[in-house]
């Protein structure tokens, strides 16, 4: 087994991230019943990476995503611009009435004891609409691009998304690019588009070409299969049954050469323990811990 072969030389892009762009409800504090107003952020579970990776650290990421010519989608494009990442996009029209849609997150942050709600609106979505052939690969890897990456939300969305993602890994592999994928595993979504057994044969389909793997011990045992502990039973920041789980995916998927994730442990809604662990090349790596 061989280390990660990052790309030494120039690229045009340090980054980039395949999936779909949703704009999110949030009335903060307030509950969706009680609120009277609500802030609008652009997010996406693949989009965030080279957001956060833009934004924080200045490295060169880029987007690849449907887009939609209407006034949502004009939000999000200014948005998308104040983080410096550059889009690569699919332009879809909207019909005044139906869509396509950028989709529609409604995020209640809770308070206390009272934990936070999510549920989204997809309906007609933009980002589920996108199928092999709908991007140059060819052109968008020309000038080089050092990691690419995807994620379960954007596979989950329909049964052409998930061909998208590989047709982009092919690319990426075919370019020298590193390839990595975050399971980020959501039940509500996979419920409406076969429930686990389509999570399960489409995520290890993609798991068979990636490098990096992301995901904590739900995500392995809902998206993969993998056989794990009862998740109620334990701290939320023991690393090991995590890397006891590490064995069997690596077994099943020989490619993979790192898997990471964090660890949480909610005291409350606003009260969270962190941790991180990665695992790279048989090699355990753990952060530190709260006393």
Known sequence: MTGLNIRKGPCAL???ALGALVH???PGVIPFRKARSVEIHVSGGEYNVAANLADCFRLRTGIATAMVNYGIGELVQTRVRETGVTPFYK???HDGVRG???ATVYSDRGQGVRPPVVFYNRANEAGALLKPGDFDWAGIFAGGVRWFHSGGIFASLSATTSEVILEGMAAAKAAGAVISFDLNFRAKLWASVGGLDRAHQVLRR????VDALIGNEEDLQKGLGIAG???????????ETF?????RVVEQH?????????LREVHSSNRHDWAAVLWLNGQRYVSPTPA
């Open 14 to 16: 340090d980054f980039l």
């Open 100 to 102: 396509p849609n950028i």
């Open 24 to 26: 999110r409800l949030d």
């Open 229 to 239: 502990p009862d998740l109620a039973a334990r701290s939320g920041l023991d690393p």
């Open 243 to 247: 890397f006891q789980m590490i064995d």
């Open 91 to 93: 332009w879809y029209e």
């Open 254 to 262: 020989p490619n993979i050469k790192l898997v990471g994730t964090t």
């Open 206 to 209: 993609i798991a068979g070409s």
